[in-house]
């Protein structure tokens, strides 16, 4: 498929056609990764951001309760905490 290129502010941008993003399931605001290789311009959709950590708050808290979190040892309740 043929597009134009066209000024947007100092750069230039082009438009996808509708086709194309939904077969990339792109949506506004996505991420794209643009590169030249071989002399060609290639947009793809930007790799899906990582986990930032190894497990889950499920996880973490799996098996514990109130004698084993041992949260009186860890903080001291106020009286407005408590709703004194």
Same mark, same amino acid.
């Given at each position: 498929?043929?597009?134009?290129?066209?000024? !947007?502010?100092?750069?230039?941008?082009? &438009?996808? #056609? =509708?086709?194309? @993003?939904?077969?990339?399931?792109?949506?506004?605001? $996505? *991420?794209?990764?643009?590169? !030249?290789?071989?002399?060609?311009?290639? &947009?793809? #959709? =930007?790799?899906? @951001?990582?986990?930032?950590?190894?497990?889950?708050? $499920? *996880?973490?808290?799996?098996?514990?309760?109130?004698?084993?979190?041992?949260?009186?040892?860890?903080?001291?309740?106020?009286?407005?905490?408590?709703?004194?």
């Amino acid at each position: 498929m043929r597009t134009q290129v066209r000024k !947007i502010g100092n750069s230039l941008g082009s &438009i996808i #056609p =509708a086709a194309f @993003a939904r077969q990339l399931q792109l949506s506004e605001g $996505a *991420e794209i990764d643009v590169q !030249i290789q071989a002399g060609k311009l290639v &947009i793809a #959709p =930007a790799p899906k @951001a990582k986990k930032r950590f190894p497990f889950s708050e $499920a *996880e973490l808290v799996n098996g514990l309760d109130a004698f084993t979190a041992h949260a009186d040892e860890l903080a001291t309740v106020s009286g407005k905490e408590l709703g004194e």
